[in-house]
């Protein structure tokens, strides 16, 4: 809101591989479908080369609606289910103030205030929880 | 006044990238209009719920964005309006976690916790229009509870 708002990109969401991690930096307005093509390839990404954390930096997203916070929360979801930890980084203030109030706490993600921090988390050498061994849905 | 020409504006809902320039504008009005940064993130938030239930819902429509005044504040508002199936139950689809697709349904409940007023004008079978405003700084009244 500073600056000039970028135009709206459609396409494809470039995703970084930095050792065991995969990153993806979020900038400007993303169509829907934009999101939910990252979605995807991030999981085939993830099963396709075994990493083991996805840090996802949003320092420059506006705005995250509900829409946008549903992809980010099925990306910790899928990652989690092959075995990847997810941390979303840099969320702005503003950002965090309107998803309470919108309702949308999203308990399931694993949050940086910055990637350094984000990519601190995700490279410690703690156990992935509930993706180290065999798993057994409860019915 | 000067301020008019970029706040006012007639936009159709039509597909996800109308979702962006919806986003766009009203991101532009509210920063002419002297939001601050929370209150201009809210306010784009709320705009892209509605927006994304005018096309998901309502099978697409428009939004309209106005400069408003009231005894010295200015305020945007904006109404997002479609000729879609319209809401049999209003209360129920204002409850938070309400949904009658895939999704969260906090986006009409959220949006209204989000902006100083809010009404909703729907007829079944014959559309939805939803009307929110914010004023800047010093609403002038308070704000009611969802
Ligand atoms: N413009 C509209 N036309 C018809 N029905 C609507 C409209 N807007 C909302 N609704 C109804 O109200 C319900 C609640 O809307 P809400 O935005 O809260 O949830 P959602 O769109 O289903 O999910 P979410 O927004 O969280 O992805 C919708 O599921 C839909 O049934
Ligand atoms: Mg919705």
Redesign the interface.
């Known amino acids: ?1 500073s600056d000039a ?1 970028p135009r ?1 990109v ?1 396409g494809q969401v470039p995703v970084l591989r930095l050792g065991d991690v995969l990153l993806v930096t979020l900038q400007g ?1 993303l ?3 934009t999101a939910q093509q990252l979605q995807q390839d991030l999981a085939e990404t993830i099963s396709r080369t075994g990493v083991r954390g996805v840090l996802i930096d949003i320092s420059g997203v ?6 946008l ?2 992809v980010l929360a099925e990306i910790a979801a899928q990652a989690k289910l092959l075995a990847a930890r997810t941390v979303v980084a840099g969320m ?4 965090a ?2 998803l309470v ?4 706490t999203l308990p399931g993600l694993s949050t940086a205030l910055s990637t350094e921090a984000g990519m601190r988390l995700l490279t410690q050498h703690s156990p992935v929880p509930g993706a180290g061994g065999p798993r057994q849905e409860s019915p | 006044m000067h301020t008019a020409a970029g706040v006012e504006a007639c936009l159709p809902i039509r597909s ?2 109308d ?3 919806v ?2 504008h009203v ?2 009005a509210a ?1 002419l209009l002297g939001f601050g ?2 209150e ?3 306010l ?2 709320a705009a ?2 509605l927006a ?1 239930n005018t096309l998901v819902h309502g099978g697409g429509g428009q939004m309209e964005a106005t400069r408003v005044s009231s005894g010295g504040a200015q305020g945007l508002r904006l109404s997002f309006s479609d000729e879609g199936p319209g809401i049999a139950d209003l209360d129920l689809a204002l409850s ?1 976690g309400y949904t009658s697709g895939g ?2 349904g ?2 009409l ?3 209204r ?2 902006v100083h007023e809010f009404d909703i004008d729907s007829t079944p079978g014959a559309g939805t229009t939803v009307r929110v405003t914010c004023w800047v700084a010093q609403p002038p009244r308070p704000r009611e509870e969802a």
Do not use: C, N, Y
Not at chain 1, 62 to 67: H, K, L, R, T, Y
């Open positions: 809101m708002s709206p459609p307005d169509h829907d479908s506006e705005i995250v609606d509900s829409f916070g549903r702005r203030p503003a950002v103030i309107t109030e919108l309702g949308l | 996800d990238m979702l962006v320039w986003r766009q991101r532009q920063a940064l929370v201009q993130t809210k784009i938030t892209s719920e994304r938070d999704g969260l906090m986006g409940s959220g949006a916790r989000l």
